[in-house]
């Protein structure tokens, strides 16, 4: 895969971070795949009532965002936790 197709699989379920990481372009699509998984893991803080719930909005509109910046293949970081790197 390239690092477009592996950029946007990065953002399509746990299974598709997975896949994109093991089988796609790494060194290309770098970014995305970190971006992703950060948003993947804060998402889970949305199982909090009523304040998770507002976050969890907040990370569909990241996730979003995330999304709509691979396909364009932007490196546009996503608000509040586009700067945490997990993946080096």
């Known amino acids: 895969m390239n690092a477009k197709t592996t950029s946007i699989i990065a953002y399509i379920t746990w299974i598709g971070l997975i896949v994109a990481f093991c089988a796609g372009d790494r060194e290309g699509a770098k970014f995305h795949l970190n971006q992703a998984l950060v948003i993947m893991l804060f998402t889970l ?3 909090i009532p009523c304040i998770g719930w507002i976050w969890g ?5 990241c996730w979003i ?7 364009n293949q932007e490196e546009k970081e996503v608000p509040l936790i586009g700067k945490i790197k997990l993946i080096k």
């Open 45 to 47: 803080l949305s199982v």
């Open 57 to 61: 909005i907040f990370m569909l509109v």
């Open 65 to 71: 965002m995330g999304l709509i910046a691979a396909i």
